[in-house]
């Protein structure tokens, strides 16, 4: 097939319009065109007034040597990559474990730990999930607790239980990592397999909202089950059993009833997600090698989403094909931070993150239709160890903790959160009284306030300057009544777990740090690409 990318069309195009641009492009009789297929479709806003949509298609041809041939020039007309998945290995039929007979184990049933257990559970290899949370139906029951009633499940919340942070977010399945391989295309056809929309295969900023990941997820759990996988939730590893160098076995304690139990594991992908702080911290205790790493923390800021679709759409905004609008901004303020826009939500809310009793976090979610009043992203500031914290490999946990826990008793000591509108931010001062033009959506409840109680000083300066320069950019960015929220800490994990090139732990064999947790990935996609890679590690060294 041949691979046709930057076709620009105008927004309103009709699909016959659509033919007849591929074969004026391609310079054949439309009638030489067998089949195309869709595998991108962007937009071109650059001019509001005149936005414009750009494709890419792969398409088969009678003829494709010929027109590769007299299109050799031109860099936007190729060869379609071979973007199937093949596995690097498969086990002999009946494989039931390895030499002594233990089973690969994942720790975390994230967007990581999800896509390793898969590629394991196709390779043959049967593997075992250990997941500290429930199930993700029980799991949304219990997160809900905490947005409805200020009833907080330490073991059960948006940062765990069944499919992980990202279950509760905008569910936004784009990254800028290297794919060679095209790994992300195996991560998504997975996605569409087990229910989410096609148009996830062909957009440029593909996503799929939470309730769409929540079916997603338990029939991608039962497609593990069926090739032999096994979950075990509400267990959490209390314990690694290392010995020279080598993991020999995980102890675990059930969250429900406390029960203790010992799993024998020579070959275990450490997937748990960038909160579990626990376990981060035995495996500390235990010696494996880790170091600290930077990471981001600020508020969440909320516009009405009209406000940003006029912004970045103009006259088109509302338009069914753009949808709801969303952005991407940074600035390098004067006093060296860097200052970003992270998670981008459009037509979402605002939501409380906490994992840990005490403190408050937020975050930011939105459903596949993006239809509900505001728009939220993180706006957040660059941390680094040894600058702003120690460079031990837990000062990052520490830090972060300070924060939450200044922010859960500004915000009242209920989980509420603590709130400013940014006139009064700007202008040092607290913020009482009505919310304004802006109405937060994070829930339990947001408290008017000083954010300055529960951020530093030097990621408050670096915000109150990069704030009139992001509303240059996007009118009414910063207008008086515009909402923030504290706290945003859990941008990523604030350490890594080192790994070698076979992708095992530096000092510790048989264990497989990967995803966002181990400090591998930032978000769903890159995620659940690392977790293929360490996947594909982990069966070639069991299977060698």
Same mark, same amino acid.
């Given at each position: ?249 995980? !102890?675990?304690? %059930?969250?429900? +009833?406390? &029960?203790?139990?010992?799993?024998? @594991?020579? #070959?275990?992908? /450490? ?31 909320? !516009?009405?989403? %009209?406000?940003? +679709?006029? &912004?970045?759409?103009?006259?088109? @905004?509302? #338009?069914?094909? /753009? ?222």
């Amino acid at each position: 097939m041949i691979r046709l990318s930057d076709l620009a069309l105008p927004l309103d195009h009709t699909p016959d319009a659509l033919d007849a641009a591929i074969a004026d492009r391609l310079g054949v009789a439309p009638e030489r065109i067998l089949r195309k297929a869709m595998v991108r479709r962007g937009n071109d806003a650059r001019k509001r007034g005149a936005i414009k949509l750009v494709y890419v298609f792969d398409i088969e041809l009678d003829d494709e040597a010929e027109l590769l041939a007299r299109m050799s020039g031109d860099s936007h007309v190729r060869p379609a990559p071979d973007t199937a998945y093949r596995p690097p290995v498969v086990a002999p039929e009946g494989w039931a474990g390895d030499k002594d007979g233990t089973r690969p184990v994942v720790i975390g049933a994230g967007p990581c730990g999800l896509l390793a257990a898969l590629i394991l559970a196709e390779m043959g290899l049967k593997p075992i999930i250990i997941e500290r949370g429930t199930a993700v139906r029980e799991r949304t029951k219990d997160t809900w607790a905490l947005w409805r009633k200020h009833k907080l499940s330490p073991e059960s919340n948006v940062q765990f239980g069944e499919g992980g942070a990202g279950t509760f977010s905008d569910g936004k399945l784009y990254s800028r990592i290297k794919d060679p391989r095209h790994l992300s295309r195996k991560v998504l056809t997975e996605f569409v397999k087990a229910g989410a929309p096609d148009d996830i295969l062909y957009e440029a900023h593909p996503h799929i909202g939470t309730f769409r990941l929540v079916t997603m997820v338990i029939s991608m759990r039962e497609t593990i089950e069926a090739l032999g996988g096994e979950y075990r939730f509400q267990t959490r590893v209390s314990d690694f059993d290392i010995k020279d160098g080598a993991l020999q076995g995980l !102890h675990l304690v %059930s969250t429900k +009833d406390g &029960a203790q139990s010992y799993l024998p @594991a020579h #070959h275990c992908i /450490l997937a748990p997600g960038h909160s579990s702080r626990d376990t981060f911290e035995v495996l500390h205790q235990r010696g494996v090698f880790m170091e600290a790493k930077s990471f981001a923390i600020g508020v969440r800021i909320e !516009h009405p989403q %009209s406000w940003v +679709d006029k &912004a970045r759409y103009g006259a088109c @905004a509302g #338009h069914p094909v /753009l949808g709801a609008a969303a952005y991407a901004i940074s600035h390098q303020a004067s006093n060296g931070r860097a200052v970003y826009s992270f998670c981008m939500c459009p037509g979402g809310r605002v939501v409380a993150a906490t994992s840990e009793e005490g403190r408050v976090v937020t975050n930011g979610m939105s459903q596949y239709s993006r239809a509900e009043f505001n728009a939220n992203s993180g706006l957040v500031v660059t941390v680094d160890p040894g600058k702003d914290y120690p460079a031990d490999p837990l000062a990052g946990i520490e830090f972060q903790r300070k924060w939450e826990s200044l922010a859960f008793a500004a915000g009242g000591g209920d989980y509420c959160a603590p709130g400013q509108k940014v006139g009064d931010f700007l202008a040092g001062r607290a913020s009482s009284g009505d919310f304004g033009a802006v109405k937060p959506s994070y829930q339990p409840g947001v408290k008017l306030t000083d954010l300055s109680a529960c951020l530093p000083d030097y990621v408050l300066d670096a915000i109150r300057e990069a704030l009139p320069v992001f509303g240059r950019q996007i009118p009414m960015y910063d207008h008086p009544d515009v909402i923030m929220t504290g706290v945003e800490t859990r941008t990523s994990s604030p350490l890594r777990i080192t790994r070698g090139k076979d992708f095992q732990s530096l000092n510790t064999r048989g264990l497989y740090p990967a995803g966002e947790g181990a400090g591998y990935a930032g978000g769903i996609l890159s995620a659940a690409v690392d977790g293929i890679k360490v996947a594909e590690a982990l069966a070639v060294e069991v299977l060698k």
